[in-house]
């Protein structure tokens, strides 16, 4: 009794919190007050229903137990097998009906959403066909097929190659099959998982903690619009420009590492976070002088210095910079629909080039240096490495892939303003990092792909999207602290000491 007191508490706690913006809406059209009561009893009908769930949770996890959770009926009955199995069979059941409820809620906004609609209904086939094993009593074969999927995800091999395979070839065809909206989603999110691995390699490789990352993500936009707009042309497009945002982008990493050497934690943060608002105050102010770099050259040559390196550049200001072209195919310029079509395909390539590239790097030398670095920079640097070179290397190609990503994004949207590269991209950014697993480049991926491609899917419950991903974000930090996948870290096995063999033995003995 005392548990039903302690949720409907909770519940009409949580539906008092969100009165304002669940019940009360105000027409923009005569200002008329709507009363939406509805919303506020299926709010405490559901958290009703998730405080038992958000209980037990923390029993399982250890954090109080099931006197103090007044859950001690519910563990006594979850203590015989068959109510276990018949429990979990009820949830998957319930969690594949909710995926197909949304699915069809969103169908009803969007019309072009089949894909959703698509992947809801097959999580929801694989939860009634492990809730059909879960009531039949064949819950151990579920167990036996979800620990030999999760041995093959983990182990590096002819499974895991077979998995990105299909996954590649699934999405080269799939623009030509899906409109054209879809496909401008599915593009931004490749940029995004660019940018998060980028940041992964400063904050989950290096662990120094960015908040302005997103500076380095407009150096790259703006360098690819200002220079097409003075010297776009035949041979200086798309192509050429793209390493060149990169490399500007590398070259902004190294300048702000420069003089933050010595910083860690917090105080890292906080000059970061005060250099993105530095770029973007620049940005604002519509012009950048480069009479310093004019008056280095003018040092050592005495010809006359072109217009360009001697006038302001014009940044746009507020209004940004409209009418940038898209992409040319060695001069060969598309429509609409094929430029879009033409710029996914260049952001899969960079994404797969990124994977393949932040991969080998967490394999070599260099990425163990880095996860030095983090663990203990006083004995990394105790043990030979050189912590400055680190870091450099660290921020400036960190940097070097925003840079990229903030070319693709200036070629996809053909306008860009100030107002793309504030501080609450940056924090989105991190939020993909923490996410997904610092330090783990398959949960990155993925935490990309949920914040942006789901929230899309989800623009039915736009007034409550907010309230969806602030939750989701405490359940991460209290249940998964280390994110979706979290990195797995190496280990070396010694034949006759720790290999699989000699500890099968030593457990037989």
Avoid: H
């Amino acid at each position: 009794m005392r548990g039903i007191v302690r949720s409907l508490l909770v519940s009409l706690w949580f539906m008092a919190l969100t009165f304002p913006l669940l019940v009360i809406k105000i027409s923009p059209l005569n200002g008329e007050v709507i009363w939406r009561f509805a919303n506020a009893l299926y709010l405490g009908l559901g958290v009703f229903f998730l405080s038992f769930v958000w209980r037990a949770l923390l029993v399982v996890k250890g954090i109080t137990t099931a006197k103090e959770a007044d859950l001690e009926w519910l563990f006594a009955f979850l203590a015989d097998d068959k109510n276990r199995a018949r429990a979990s069979g009820a949830a998957l059941l319930a969690a594949g009906a909710a995926s197909l409820a949304a699915a069809f809620s969103t169908m009803q906004i969007n019309a072009s959403s089949a894909g959703g609609l698509l992947a809801a209904a097959l999580f929801a086939l694989l939860c009634l066909r492990a809730s059909f094993l879960c009531f039949t009593g064949r819950g151990a074969e579920l167990k036996r097929s979800c620990n030999a999927a999760s041995q093959a995800a983990t182990r590096p091999g002819l499974v895991r190659t077979a998995v990105l395979g299909v996954l590649l070839l699934g999405l080269i065809p799939l623009p030509f099959f899906i409109d054209m909206y879809q496909v401008n989603v599915l593009a931004s999110a490749f940029i995004w998982i660019m940018l998060g691995l980028g940041l992964n390699i400063v904050v989950g490789q290096a662990g120094l903690l960015v908040l302005g990352y997103v500076a380095f993500y407009a150096v790259g936009a703006y360098s690819y619009a200002i220079c097409n707009a003075n010297f776009g042309g035949e041979f200086i497009g798309f192509w050429v420009l793209l390493p060149f945002g990169g490399f500007l982008a590398a070259v902004a990493g190294i300048l702000l590492s420069l003089p933050v050497l010595r910083l860690r934690g917090d105080y890292l943060a906080i000059v970061t976070l005060g250099f993105g608002e530095i770029v973007r105050i620049i940005l604002e102010g519509g012009s950048l002088s480069l009479a310093p770099v004019a008056s280095l050259i003018s040092l050592f040559t005495d010809a006359p210095l072109p217009a360009w390196l001697t006038a302001p550049l014009n940044l746009g200001g507020p209004a940004g910079i409209s009418d940038i072209p898209y992409p040319s195919f060695f001069g060969l310029k598309f429509d609409m629909d094929a430029s879009i079509r033409y710029i996914y395909f260049i952001a899969l390539g960079m994404t797969c080039l990124t994977i393949f590239v932040v991969t080998r790097l967490r394999d070599s030398r260099l990425g163990r240096s880095w996860m030095a670095l983090r663990e203990d920079e006083i004995a990394c640097e105790a043990m030979g490495i050189n912590k400055v070179a680190t870091k450099l290397s660290a921020f400036a190609l960190g940097a070097c892939w925003a840079g990229f990503g903030g070319v693709l994004f200036a070629a996809k949207t053909s306008f860009i303003n100030p107002s793309s590269f504030t501080f609450m991209e940056s924090a989105l950014i991190l939020s993909v990092v923490v996410l997904g697993g610092l330090g783990s480049i398959v949960g990155v991926a993925l935490g990309a792909c949920i914040l942006i491609i789901l929230p899309e899917y989800l623009r039915s419950f736009d007034e409550y999207r907010m309230l969806i991903f602030g939750a989701c974000m405490v359940l991460m930090m209290v249940f998964r602290p280390q994110g979706l996948i979290a990195p797995q870290k190496k280990r070396r096995i010694i034949k006759g000491v720790n290999d699989p063999e000699t500890l099968r033995q030593g457990e037989a003995s």
